[in-house]
């Protein structure tokens, strides 16, 4: 469960008003499980989205450096990200604080217009530059697949996490992506595989999805062999979570990656054309 804005230290709640000012009211994030404390705080100026995470006696926990990733990649993803406005650290605790932008989830189901907004965002994402910040490496997440992912590694700048709340469509049709709290570097085609789960959660059938994620010269130009891997230890990597995780989400996003890799795979683990 989230901390409230009261359960925060004293001391912590005077450093991010001394940037927003009073706060006067508070509006709590709806989604999302990667901070200790996620809303936004509304004060004269304005307001502010602001994440905040408490370190542990020894250093940094996964929040905490998760945090400090999404600060240190904002500077370089400013043409499509909320703004950073603050960082700061007091105690055992430190919180960011970002631009609110007022918009709305987007929806990738098939014909949304959003897919088209979307297309576009991820086509600047993927034309810019990973900075040195990024020290992150995509491939880390199948480390313990038992099989050699070094096809996945790369040095082009990967979010990761592109799914529909954190793809933020305002009402002059423009799309922020929020959320870079696990950034990373890699191969630009393993954004492409990342997505893919999502738009079938929202209604694609894995051949439509691959012919979206297709119209990127990234995931058109890369090896098949190494798509058939990230397939296989995509689907691999959420059974194995499926089996000591017991969050529905967790069964749901598992099937979804099974149901990938048995389209691309087809019954004999050959990868299939499109």
Known sequence: MRSGWTDLPDELRAEIQATTGRVKSIEPARRGNHADFASTLHGPDGSTFVKAA??????????????????????????????????????????????????????FAPGS??????????HAIQATPCPDVVQRAVEQCWASAGEDVSAIAGSALVHTDLNEDNLIITSDGRAYVADWAFVARGQAWAELGLLIPWLLKAGHTPREADAWVSQFTSWAGAEPSH???????????????????????????????RRWADYKLGPRGQIQPM
């Open 227 to 257: 798509i058939a891997l990230f397939s296989r230890v995509f689907a691999e990597r959420w059974r194995r979570s499926s089996e000591t995780l017991s969050a529905p989400w967790v069964a749901e996003y598992a099937a979804l990656t």
């Open 54 to 107: 408490r370190k542990p006696a020894d250093g940094d926990g996964p929040e905490a450096m998760s945090l400090r990733r999404e600060a240190a990649v904002n500077p370089y993803v400013a043409e499509f990200a909320p703004r950073l406005r603050f960082q700061v650290e007091t105690g055992e605790w430190v919180a960011l604080g970002f631009e609110r932008v007022d918009g709305r989830p987007a929806d």
């Open 113 to 122: 217009p959003d897919l088209a907004v979307f297309a576009k965002t991820l």
